[in-house]
């Protein structure tokens, strides 16, 4: 039967209209994927010898297995964000003999022969090599090898989970947050944790088993949740549900909270939206980076109105950018409806600014380094509120491109056009050179009311900002409605 299934999928792979139109994107695709797998294979051969030589008082393989810990972390958030999960179509085989096990069974197998399990392998496989050369115990080595290999199809089953259930999405999310937050202040030390347990498959190859059994546990958790998916009810794009969405504070908005209740539905139901929800507060621990950082604070303060624009503003700049994109597939129903446009626009105003006030709540900690920090803070979301919530909008009157709502964020450029990238220079690098200048010729406190005063008038003049975006967004109504209908 999974000789069928491969038969199958290699059909409707070489067959489906996205191969015929995407054929250069699947060789630039393919060319990439050859340069990391070469990449990786040179790191691999090239990294004992290299920390030989650089640290020759240390074992190499005891480094490199105190840093395991972060490389499986790393591989596993970058697995959540790009790797696509196992997909067959399934439908046609409800009406056939074949048992859900067994499509369950091939879908697993198939999502085990991902490029994202080979690219490490094409590291550790060369890795090993060089230790049995340099008379490691090669038993010892290979059952290292294996218990590596166990950890990392661990992280691929680990995801499918993450990916099809939100407690453990949540679960695993507050875990990398706590692992974060406990390197970072110096809690635990991971390296000196973990970095044993890892040698400890070489020392001891019996304790492999301890690692294929979590592979074990983590397949047969993927398999349950997959296999009690494979109805129509799940299988099905749309479901209604007659309950109460519990949005009816909303109503106070009037005939915005109807395009406030799409937003946060929106947002609730399909994966790209809600990514853009989710790492606009991931976004708010950007500020570590710099404020703890002497360099950025004394000798390049120009980069932190930079950091305070992109935490406050992130939500605005990411999903503000695809409207009125992320409607494009009912943009038309909504154009046949008797409310003004103006009313569409400020819900999706009052949504950016809800969020960006948020945003600046949950950034107030950093008055911790300092109360000028707090102080940028506040001056970054003003701007973000007067400034860039309208140019977002501007500019989305000339959006055309319809955005897919199920597609990730990562590495997807769908309604991605030329506009977006002048915009993102106009909000970005424009205060950046403002405050800059200000800041160099007349220092600290003239360059933020410089920045403030920008932000702040926009605020003030809301009202015929707003009448003058409307009318560019009436003027290309129906262009924007032809090309969301073409795509």
Avoid: C
């Avoid at 009311?449 to 009202?463: N, P, Q, R, T």
């Amino acid at each position: 039967m999974f000789q069928k299934f491969i038969i199958l999928e290699w059909r409707r792979f070489f067959r489906s209209s996205y191969w015929q139109k995407s054929l250069i994107l699947n060789i630039l695709l393919g060319f990439f994927a050859l340069y990391m797998l070469a990449s990786f294979l040179i790191i691999g051969f090239a990294i004992y010898p290299f920390l030989k030589e650089k640290l020759p008082d240390k074992d190499p393989f005891i480094l490199v297995n105190h840093f395991l810990i972060y490389v499986f972390l790393i591989d596993l958030i970058i697995r959540y964000f790009l790797q696509n999960l196992p997909k067959l179509s399934v439908k046609p085989f409800f009406i056939l003999p074949v048992k859900r096990s067994k499509i369950t069974h091939y879908l697993l197998g198939k999502s085990a022969v991902s490029f994202f399990n080979f690219l490490p392998m094409t590291f550790f496989i060369p890795f090993a090599i060089m230790l049995i050369i340099n008379d490691y115990n090669v038993f010892g080595v290979v059952m290292w090898l294996l218990a590596v290999l166990a950890v990392i199809l661990s992280n691929n089953y680990l995801n499918i989970l993450i990916n099809k259930n939100n407690r453990i999405f949540l679960a695993v999310l507050s875990l990398l947050v706590l692992i974060y937050a406990s390197q970072h202040f110096g809690w635990v030390d991971l390296t000196a944790v973990f970095g044993p347990l890892f040698y400890a498959f070489y020392q001891h190859p019996v304790s492999v088993i301890i690692a294929i059994a979590g592979f074990a546990i983590l397949y047969y958790l993927a398999y349950k949740t997959l296999k009690q998916q494979l109805y129509l009810d799940f299988l099905s794009d749309k479901k209604q549900f007659a309950s109460d969405d519990g949005l009816s504070w909303l109503d106070r908005f009037g005939q915005k909270s109807i395009f406030l209740r799409n937003d946060i539905r929106l947002i609730r139901r399909n994966k790209r939206p809600k990514m853009v929800f989710i790492m606009s507060f991931v976004m708010v621990l950007y500020g570590l980076l710099f404020f703890s950082n002497p360099l950025y604070m004394k000798k390049m303060p120009v980069m932190l109105i930079f950091v305070v624009l992109f935490m406050t503003g992130a939500f605005t700049l990411n999903f503000g950018q695809f409207v009125p994109a992320w409607d494009s597939s009912y943009y038309s129903f909504f154009m046949s409806q008797n409310f003004k446009y103006r009313e569409y626009l400020e819900a999706k105003w009052l949504m950016m600014t809800i969020m960006t006030v948020l945003l600046f709540i949950l950034s107030t900690p950093y008055v911790y380094f300092g109360s000028n920090i707090l102080l940028l803070i506040l001056v970054g979301a003003i701007f973000n509120l007067g400034f860039t919530s309208y140019l977002v909008l501007f500019f989305g009157a000339y959006n055309r491109k319809p955005v897919d709502l199920n597609k990730s964020t990562t590495f997807n450029y769908q309604g991605t056009s030329a506009t977006q990238f002048l915009m993102v220079a106009l909000i970005m690098f424009v205060p950046m050179i403002i405050y800059g200048l200000a800041n160099y010729f007349w220092g600290f406190n003239v360059a933020i009311s410089i920045i403030f005063s920008i932000g702040f008038l926009g605020l003030v003049f809301k009202k015929p900002i707003m009448n003058f975006i409307e009318k560019k967004y009436i003027d290309n109504k129906y262009k924007t409605i032809s090309a969301f209908n073409k795509n």
